[in-house]
């Protein structure tokens, strides 16, 4: 990922990485930016169950996002306002209409225009579903004339999808579970691509699919801010490099069993590997 969308913020997140025991405190101009009223509306992407993830049964919201807002939240001093969008798309939509104040979403030169974002806190591996009889085997053999490739409509795999792939065929669909199975089930698509949280998911409910190994991608994510709330960025990316040092991050991907996904290394480790 180019490390321009959270350079300007370096000095500050190298400075908490460096003092990993200290919590960093949130400057009055960081909270009036992040939580005015002492209210923090926090937008999860339940289209993206590495993030969050809705109980069927209870209907309550849980996870990864989740976990981390509410942390944000506490040490903010600001309630805790979850704000639920059905994919990626309706997120960065909210943004532009205003409607919350953080996320936790996908780093991606796209969305640019409207977000910032701190420097990431956890990599998702993308990678593709297959039928057990398809000739793709490899990731890189996807990437071929009269293949048609599923994916999540301006999810972050639509995203690099659409500036990498040369030959096959991107297929477009509501970002959802159930839309992603129908476009297999209907033969709309030869693969599907996404998150391996997603795709084990996908096969669950498929007969004779498996996924491929490797991955194609790694998703970086990082908490979001709308554009112009500059001083709560900072404060927001000193907070993402206390999460990893602390093991907050790596404690709740173990709590909601998330595979396919790994802590992102510190801002000072990324900085001296030149990334």
Same mark, same amino acid.
């Given at each position: 990922m180019n490390p321009q969308r959270w350079l300007p913020l370096a000095a500050f997140a190298l400075l908490a990485a460096g003092c990993s025991s200290t919590s960093v405190v949130p400057s009055p101009e960081a909270r009036e930016a992040l939580a005015p009223a002492a209210k923090l509306r926090v937008?999860?992407?339940?289209?993206?169950?590495?993030?969050?993830? /809705?109980?069927?049964? $209870?209907?309550?919201? #849980?996870?990864?996002?989740?976990d981390l807002g509410r942390r944000l939240a506490s040490r903010l001093e600001a309630e805790f306002l979850p704000v639920l969008y059905p994919n990626a798309g309706a997120l960065v939509e909210g943004a532009k209409a205003g409607a919350w104040d953080v996320a936790f979403a996908a780093i991606d030169p796209? /969305?640019?225009?409207?977000?910032?974002? !701190?420097?990431? +806190?956890?990599?998702? %591996?993308? !990678? +593709?579903? =297959?039928p057990l009889s398809s000739g793709i085997r490899t990731v890189a053999d996807a990437d071929r004339p009269g293949v048609r490739v599923g994916v999540g409509v301006k999810n972050a795999a639509d995203l690099y999808l659409s500036r990498s792939l040369k030959e096959a065929q991107l297929v477009r669909v509501a970002d959802t579970l159930d839309a992603a199975v129908e476009l297999l089930q209907t033969g709309k698509a030869d693969i599907y691509a996404g998150n391996r949280e997603r795709l084990l998911l996908v096969r669950d409910r498929l007969v004779g699919y498996r996924l491929l190994d490797g991955r194609f991608y790694a998703v970086e994510h990082a908490i979001a801010l709308p554009r112009g709330r500059r001083p709560g960025l900072g404060f927001a990316a000193a907070? =993402?490099?206390?999460?990893? #040092? #602390?093991?907050?991050?790596?404690? #709740?991907?173990? /709590?909601? $069993?998330?595979? %396919?996904?790994? =802590?992102?290394?510190?801002?000072?480790?990324?900085?001296?590997? %030149?990334?």
């Open positions: 937008a999860i992407n339940l289209g993206n169950p590495v993030l969050a993830k /809705r109980d069927a049964t $209870s209907g309550e919201v #849980s996870g990864i996002a989740i796209a /969305r640019a225009d409207t977000l910032e974002f !701190t420097a990431p +806190y956890m990599e998702v %591996g993308v !990678t +593709y579903v =297959v907070f =993402v490099e206390e999460l990893k #040092s #602390s093991g907050a991050v790596a404690e #709740s991907i173990k /709590r909601h $069993s998330i595979r %396919g996904v790994d =802590v992102a290394p510190s801002a000072k480790g990324r900085a001296a590997a %030149g990334q």
